[in-house]
């Protein structure tokens, strides 16, 4: 189903992923709608510059938007239908510019995005009913890798899995991260916060100069990119006066067209290491232990940590594990544990180094465990390069390597159709997603009451969550089937007492679902709301009309905050 018969990803495993994604809508009809306060008249003059602009082969309208919807969106959420008027497709920064210029004469707004695989978050759909979906996949070069200093320089179009295949190509000797997909783009992904799994798999952390395009169609670039001729464009994040780079993340203020992100050094030596607990309360001990190591540099990279029903999505569907009603009970998760070789908790990471340094790590990390987590099981894996050389990535067995070695895949993508139980069944996700102090027993009531709103609904609990040295991202994914009124219904049940039950204890999502946008923004509420009113200041600054993603992240142009919904 590419748009116009051309292929959004050269990669037919990722195509036909996306085919699949959109192949099986729960409404078949693109509704038309005009932009916010826009004339047919208007509209129609506007679309005829731009397809002048870029060509018919770039402006897409009614039944070819298609694959500009939510994928996974839920009729019964009490929200309007997020639905674009049109879609534009530039390749270039002219081509941007030149969208640009039309839209701000007619005062349309636009909704950015680059491969649109924010799935479970809105995927490639507007906050604003009406808007252009601006979509930046064609712009897909890979600029630079610098093989010396690690970094990339990268347009929104080029996904994980190009990256990866440009490194690999080249023989260059540095390891991209990737996402849990690979079909994402790296500057989408990085401006969403969104994480991976090597060393530099903090996405946003290794931002080096970006250029953005503002709404005006002006260019400005970042750090010491701004220097025309500067020798450390992408190798620091220092600049000179104030630094900007993060008023462009998860944001509406520019559209960010050029990315240096730096990049893991190919290592001599990887340890794979799993550690599991056979009780839910271990979780306690899980965050409590491995968050020290985390803050004292024993463990330098991101832990993750996934429990048992999550972990079983990826081997069999609900209906398999479990023929009884409602959530599978404790006694049979604890006989999948022998079943999956696992623990009701598992964590993962990697050590990534010389093999000495990385071999002393391990056995601090076995010293402390046999101190302080006696009940739990470490294992591990060393990899290292032939004759003291650097690692392959692709000599690391997949069972112990693959994403967190940097290569891309879909390997989680049977998660999606674990509610999948009858003929014509469509998997779908959304996610609670709140950063948590990384506190044992804060962290153990929070799954606690998680799980048990899961099961108010009948569902699973599905969860894992990402440790940094002071937080956790905490993922409740909500898996359903998007043909199943009862289980889309239930799944937006549990969100909203998630919400409610995560606002009560101080939680904030650290990225949202279009329909959560507002929500989340309103509890940013220190001097009435002053971040928010000081960033729709700056909105105001730098795209009078208004056009830039209206509504993203809770932050509106003041034409079009009659929209803003916080309740």
Not at 239 to 250: E, K, R, V
Not at 301 to 326: D, L, P, R
Not at 341 to 358: C, E, N, Q, R, S
Not at 535 to 555: R, Y
């Amino acid at each position: 189903m590419a748009t116009n018969g051309l292929p959004k990803y050269a990669d037919p495993i990722y195509q036909t992923a996306h085919d699949e994604a959109f192949s099986k809508p729960l409404f078949e009809t693109i509704q038309i709608v005009l932009p916010p306060d826009v004339s047919q008249e208007d509209f129609s003059l506007a679309i005829e510059k731009l397809e002048g602009a870029l060509g018919k082969d770039a402006v897409f309208t009614g039944q070819d938007l298609k694959e500009y919807v939510d994928p996974y969106e839920i009729p019964e959420s009490s929200q309007e239908r997020n639905v674009p008027s049109a879609a534009v497709c530039p390749s270039s920064v002219p081509d941007l510019q030149a969208v640009l210029k039309v839209v701000n004469e007619y005062k349309i707004p636009v909704w950015t995005f680059s491969r649109g695989k924010n799935f479970g978050y809105g995927g490639p759909a507007p906050r604003v009913s009406g808007s252009i979906a601006l979509d930046l996949h064609r712009m897909n070069k890979v600029l630079e890798v610098n093989d010396k200093f690690s970094y990339a320089v990268v347009e929104p179009g080029v996904t994980f899995g190009d990256l990866y295949e440009y490194c690999a190509k080249n023989k260059l000797k540095a390891w991209p991260s990737t996402a849990s997909l690979g079909w994402g783009s790296v500057i989408g992904n990085t401006l969403d916060r969104g994480l991976g799994f090597v060393p530099t798999g903090v996405h946003h952390e290794n931002i080096a100069g970006m250029e953005v395009v503002l709404a005006n169609g002006d260019v400005v670039r970042t750090g010491q990119f701004a220097m025309s001729n500067s020798a450390s464009s992408h190798i620091t994040k220092l600049t000179f006066g104030p630094t900007i780079d993060g008023l462009f993340l998860q944001s509406n203020l520019g559209i960010v067209t050029k990315m240096g992100v730096h990049l893991t050094p190919q290592p001599q030596a990887y340890i794979a290491c799993s550690f599991d607990v056979p009780e839910f309360e271990h979780i306690e001990t899980i965050v409590d232990v491995f968050g020290e190591m985390r803050r004292n540099g024993t463990l330098p990279y991101m832990v993750y940590v996934f429990y048992i029903a999550e972990w079983a999505t990826m081997f069999a569907k609900h209906s398999e594990w479990w023929q009884g009603e409602g959530p599978i009970p404790d006694w049979r998760l604890k006989e999948m544990q022998k079943d999956l070789d696992a623990g009701i908790w598992t964590v993962k990471f990697g050590l990534y180094g010389p093999t000495h340094i990385v071999k002393a790590q391990i056995e601090e990390v076995q010293r402390v465990v046999a101190k302080d987590a006696p009940a739990g099981r470490l294992r591990h894996k060393l990899f290292t390069g032939e004759d003291g050389g650097l690692l392959e990535a692709t000599s690391v067995d997949p069972m112990y390597g693959g994403v967190r070695v940097g290569i891309p895949s879909m390997w989680n993508i049977p998660m999606v159709n674990y509610y999948n139980s009858r003929e014509g069944s469509v998997g779908a996700h959304g996610a609670y997603s709140p950063i948590v102090p990384l506190d044992g027993k804060t962290v153990l009531e929070w799954a606690k009451t998680a799980k048990a709103i899961s099961a108010e609904q009948g569902f699973d609990f599905l969860c894992d969550f990402f440790m940094h040295e002071r937080y956790a991202i905490f993922v409740t994914m909500l898996v359903f089937d998007k043909t199943n009124a009862e289980q889309r219904v239930g799944v937006d049940k549990i969100f909203h007492r998630l919400f409610e039950e995560g606002s009560k204890r101080g939680f904030a999502k650290y990225r949202a679902h279009l329909n959560h946008m507002d929500i989340n923004a309103e509890l940013f509420d220190f001097n009435n709301h002053a971040y928010r009113r000081f960033i729709e200041t700056l909105k105001e600054c730098l795209d009078p009309n208004g056009i830039l993603s209206p509504g993203k992240m809770g932050i509106w142009p003041q034409r079009l905050k009659y929209l803003r919904q916080v309740e």
